[in-house]
């Protein structure tokens, strides 16, 4: 499967985005699809996952209650839609892939990042 996100750009603190990423294939809806994030001179981190009929989520403690994934996949398309943000939300943020659940955080398939930058 091949990824594409999209939808970053600059916000202000207590803004919302919406994180975007399609995805190629015809297996999509087989996936765990999961965001991943990594801020400049960290490490990447896990935001968030859902599984393949989007019935079972997951949440880093940093975004629970602001973030929320969820998936469409008639569309190919998983989002992030991320409210209230604050300036260490300022990251690249990635979608990825994976054919099992209990892999999520060791996905397979990685597409490209988007850059979201939350202004103070």
């Known amino acids: 499967v091949q990824l594409q996100a999209s939808g970053g750009g600059l916000v202000q603190a207590g803004g919302s985005l919406r994180l975007s990423c399609a995805a190629s294939g015809s297996t999509f809806g087989s996936y765990a699809m999961v965001w991943f994030r990594q801020a400049a001179g960290k490490e990447r981190e896990f935001v968030a996952a859902?599984?393949?009929?989007?019935?079972?989520?997951e949440y880093a403690d940093s975004v629970k209650g602001r973030f929320a994934i969820s998936r469409d996949n008639a569309k190919n398309t998983v989002y992030l839609q991320m409210h209230s943000l604050k300036p260490e939300d300022t990251a690249v943020y990635y979608c990825?892939?994976?054919?099992?659940?209990?892999?999520?955080?060791?996905?397979?398939?990685w597409g490209q990042g988007t850059l979201v930058t939350v202004s103070s």
């Open positions: 990825a892939a994976s054919r099992l659940w209990s892999q999520k955080r060791v996905p397979g398939y």
């Open positions: 859902a599984s393949w009929s989007g019935g079972s989520t």
